[in-house]
């Protein structure tokens, strides 16, 4: 006979719905509690499932490749029922499951002990459950295991839906923080087109570069999956697009940036060094606006470390002489600072062909 509905079913699917995994792949965790469950219990299958209107889905299945069945074939919308352990000792003569032609004749399935899965708020969205192809009864250890188990489902099932519930929030930070920085770049913007002090213009400017770069990794955070992660090569192109929205026509940007992950931390710091490295070459590399490009390459040197290399191909070694200007020496301490707050070597190289800058260090997760 097909199971009534819960008394509370409304709240009981809208539980479900909040830890959203119907739709969830098998996961090793809950295997390894099947695996466990039937090894106990000495039964030829075990399930973790989770029931929804309609259907129950396997989060789990040992003995059986089986993903799922439509809830009114399912055995364990009766367990739904029960505040403890259901257990039917032989299914061909329980009237719950006696006309269940398709799980007990078809199937075989002369035995089922389940226990509930039940969210804080009491309300059952599933089931952790034993059958087996002959008549039998649980031992009391083997019921009281059964019983620990589902309690370590929900564990597991609690812990994942405060995880997506942290990712949310952190994503929504990220995107809020995003849009607050972009309004202070605005503000940066407004304010620096009514001044002609070159030197305040010139730490309008700095500190513009800068709340871009964390513009750039909030925008990177809320489209990653991790908290602390910043996948490098969309990250660096965002700030290298930026940067080149403010060159001038004769100046161009290219780059060549790796696929890897660094720490928030290191990935703001390159990103401040080469947007000082981009402002200087603009200042001084290109006298007469004759054409020219900036060059990024980033990447795991063979020793584990990251090396970031800025190198234009201007007027080098008279570059280096220009950039001893104060209003340019501001943006070589920022530059400085930053490689000194993530430990990293810094180089710079002038040349008749250009100028370089080089910037290494050993990431904290490699």
Do not use: W
Not at 59 to 82: P, Y
Not at 99 to 109: E, P, Q, T, W
Request: glycine share 4%.
């Amino acid at each position: 006979m097909r199971a009534p509905l819960h008394p509370f079913e409304t709240e009981r699917l809208k539980t479900l719905a909040d830890y959203d995994m119907m739709n969830a792949p098998a996961e090793s965790e809950f295997d390894d509690i099947a695996k466990l469950a039937a090894a106990i219990c000495e039964a030829r299958y075990a399930l973790v499932t989770l029931i929804d209107e309609h259907h129950q889905h396997f989060l789990a299945a040992e003995g059986t490749v089986l993903t799922g069945n439509t809830r009114d074939l399912a055995i364990c919308s009766h367990a739904l029922l029960q505040d403890d352990l259901m257990e039917i000792p032989d299914t061909r003569l329980d009237l719950r499951t006696a006309d269940n032609h398709a799980i007990v004749a078809g199937l075989g399935i002369h035995f089922y002990a389940g226990v509930q899965l039940s969210a804080p708020n009491g309300q059952p969205i599933g089931t952790l459950c034993v059958m087996d192809d002959k008549p039998r009864m649980l031992t009391p250890l083997q019921r009281q295991t059964l019983r620990t188990l589902g309690r370590q489902v929900m564990t597991q099932l609690e812990l994942r839906r405060t995880l997506c519930n942290q990712d949310i929030l952190r994503g929504e930070m990220d995107h809020r923080v995003k849009n607050s920085l972009q309004t202070v770049q605005s503000l940066l913007r407004l304010y620096a087109s009514r001044i002609t002090d070159e030197a305040a213009l010139s730490a309008f400017a700095a500190v513009e570069r800068r709340v871009a770069a964390i513009v750039a990794l909030h925008r990177e955070l809320h489209n990653s999956s991790s908290v602390a992660s910043v996948n490098m090569r969309p990250f660096m192109d965002g700030v290298l697009k930026h940067l080149a929205a403010t060159c001038p026509d004769n100046l161009r940007i290219t780059s060549d940036i790796a696929a890897f992950e660094l720490a928030s931390t290191e990935a703001t710091a390159l990103a401040v060094v080469a947007s000082e490295c981009v402002a200087n070459a603009i200042k001084h590399a290109f006298p007469d606006d004759r054409a020219g490009k900036v060059h990024v390459t980033l990447a795991f040197t063979p020793k584990g470390d990251v090396r970031m290399i800025c190198r234009d191909n201007g007027v080098g070694a008279a570059q280096d002489e220009a950039m001893r200007d104060p209003l340019t020496s501001l943006g070589l301490r920022i530059m400085d600072a930053s490689a000194h707050q993530i430990g990293a070597k810094m180089e710079r190289r002038s040349a008749p062909d250009g100028y370089a800058v080089e910037m290494t260090f050993r990431p904290v997760q490699p």
